[in-house]
């Protein structure tokens, strides 16, 4: 199936919709088919139409990757089962020795997975403020080859500086990874900022229905692509033709959806912020937020995503507000067009030590929300009768 032609002068919203599609040649349909085939026939062995077996190619999995590397401005972009499959095959990309630096403020599967399962394999990995420069210089090492960044973070939503951090890594010869899965690339475009990789939970804002799991890498290093490449076809991550049409549906409407997010946050910003019963709230949009300044010059816009404590910081006041909403809904994810309620502590971030959450500022009492795309006055509402039994 041939790509529509689309130019760099396109805007996002046009390659969200067209980049890596075209009408199907046999039957003019507008839509990507779901290519539902384990293997391709091949008019003799080795003449094949670019497809042997899905495993390593599929072309509805091809329209994906094409989309996804055209709104990150990357040179190629691969498509994974999930998004820690998509990290699991950039630390493989790794050897015994080799040093992982990241955010002390990230998403715990990703700490476990550095930490649990690649830890015992041989691969080191420090967690640090990376918003502390020296910091960051004192845990770089010879066998440091990979810097891994989040920003915003996850859950504390702290503005990381890509560029700066992008410049220190690549004077010291490391790849810098960027997790852009709360940004987007409506938001923000990682490889322009200098990164060698960014990667995707595409299950979060690029599907954006909570109806399909994915993961994504996009990079302009041909070095890169064949690694990850090598890890499809060898290891096997691969996404389904549907995931990949769900996830291609749901991109055509990715900057539609990431306007009223990022509204609807600020208004539950601002409200939350003037809140009696709340202490503080993490979010870039507020103007004395330590990551306004940074977020107005790297981002489009300041997402989605807010946390905040209770002005009474106990645990049992923090669960009755978990339980005590009717709109936002209490559940792991985020980025779909409905809003969600979460308590880092023992959920998404429960495998990390208490002590370093606690460390890294990440609270037992912290509340995480994902904002969705419903009427902001119901959202704002719906907190406020949930913070009034507190």
């Not at 390593?56 to 998004?83: D, H, M, Q, Y």
């Amino acid at each position: 199936m041939e790509s529509l032609t689309v130019e760099k002068t396109h805007r996002f919203g046009t390659l969200a919709v067209h980049a890596g599609q075209a009408p199907d040649p046999s039957t003019g349909a507008i839509m990507t088919p779901i290519y539902q085939t384990s293997t391709y026939v091949q008019a003799a062995p080795g003449q094949h139409q670019g497809h042997e077996y899905a495993r390593v190619t599929n072309p509805t999995r091809t329209a994906l990757e094409e989309n996804l590397a055209a709104l990150e401005g990357a040179a190629c972009g691969i498509a994974f089962a999930s998004g820690m499959a998509a990290t699991d095959a950039l630390v493989k990309a790794l050897r015994p020795g080799d040093h992982i630096v990241a955010s002390n403020d990230l998403y715990g599967g990703t700490y476990r997975l550095f930490r649990q399962i690649y830890g015992p394999f041989g691969i080191t990995s420090s967690f640090v403020d990376l918003n502390d420069t020296d910091a960051v210089e004192r845990v770089l090492r010879p066998e440091t080859k990979l810097l891994w960044i989040e920003t915003p973070t996850n859950p504390l939503i702290h503005v990381l500086d890509i560029r700066r951090l992008c410049e220190l890594a690549h004077t010291r010869g490391v790849a810098v990874a960027v997790d852009n899965t709360f940004a987007t690339p409506y938001l923000q475009q990682p490889l322009a900022l200098g990164a060698d990789l960014v990667v995707h939970s595409t299950t979060k804002y690029l599907g954006g229905h909570s109806d399909v799991i994915g993961g994504a890498v996009c990079t302009n290093r041909a070095d890169w692509e064949e690694k990850l490449r090598f890890q499809i076809k060898s290891s096997g991550a691969v996404p389904g033709p549907m995931d990949c049409f769900l996830t291609l549906r749901g991109i055509k409407t990715l900057h539609l959806r990431m306007e009223r997010h990022c509204a609807n946050a600020r208004r539950l910003a601002d409200f939350l912020e003037d809140h009696p019963g709340v202490g503080h709230v993490n979010y870039p949009g507020l103007p004395e937020d330590p990551g306004h300044a940074l977020a107005r010059q790297q981002m489009r816009d300041f997402g989605g995503m807010i946390s905040f404590t209770l002005a009474d910081d106990t645990m049992e006041k923090a669960l009755q507000v978990l339980s005590g909403t009717r709109v936002f809904s209490l559940a792991e994810s985020l980025g779909g067009v409905e809003s969600l309620i979460v308590h880092p502590a023992t959920m998404t971030h429960a495998s990390i030590p208490r002590e370093e959450r606690l460390t890294a500022g990440l609270s037992d009492t912290l509340i995480r929300l994902s904002v969705g795309i419903e009427d902001v006055d119901d959202l704002i509402e719906d907190l406020d009768q949930a913070l009034a039994r507190v």
